[in-house]
């Protein structure tokens, strides 16, 4: 990869190949300057954009006949006779990030594996699976927070094994606590303030 434009989602590419003719004088494929990039649509209006930067290994494909037509949009063909050029360079299109020998999981990444799909920036993780959603790292919410359960770890007031309490158990509690006093002649006891519905 030699340059990437986000905005226009268009690469310059240096084809890691060289051609050797028929008198073994070598010679290096040119940039291929501006070819589309791939990318994926998940659903209505719902599309993943990839992302390169200069020195990553990407994979390129090339399509069969002439591609500028239908890259125009509209569903237009393009008109190809039997003797048209085939797979030439100017029909590339990058297809995607390949793997290279002793590939490590990048920081910042997206995963589906072993039933839980992972949001992953540095050291912050998003991971929703069938036991609910998991967050490590700072959490901060803006807007209205819905749910009745607040959970931490070993409290659970009606004895659950997931360590919970609801917001009814946490206001019974709350209005029911009651302060002890030893001044004369006051009772035994005085109510704190009540949490209203």
Not at 75 to 85: I, L
Not at 86 to 111: D, V
Not at 120 to 143: H, I, Q
């Amino acid at each position: 990869m030699e340059s990437f434009d986000a905005s226009r989602m268009r690469a310059d590419v240096l084809p890691l190949v060289r051609e050797k003719n028929e008198l073994d004088e070598v010679s290096n494929y040119p940039v291929l300057p501006g070819i589309p990039v791939h990318y994926v649509q998940i659903g209505e209006n719902c599309f993943i954009k990839p992302f390169y930067q200069r020195g990553d290994l990407v994979w390129v494909g090339f399509s069969t006949f002439d591609i500028s037509n239908s890259l125009g949009g509209g569903g237009r063909k393009q008109e190809v006779r039997p003797d048209s050029k085939i797979f030439g360079l100017e029909n590339a299109c990058l297809l995607g990030r390949i793997a290279e020998q002793g590939w490590s999981e990048p920081t910042n990444l997206i995963k589906f594996e072993n039933g839980r799909l992972v949001l992953k920036v540095g050291s912050t993780e998003l991971s929703l699976s069938e036991d609910g959603v998991e967050v490590t790292g700072n959490l901060n919410a803006s807007g209205e927070v819905s749910g009745d359960v607040v959970y931490e770890t070993g409290l659970s007031a009606s004895g659950s094994d997931d360590g919970g309490l609801s917001i009814g158990e946490i206001k019974a509690a709350f209005n029911n606590h009651i302060h002890n006093t030893t001044a004369p002649g006051a009772p035994t006891g005085t109510p704190v303030s009540q949490i209203q519905e």
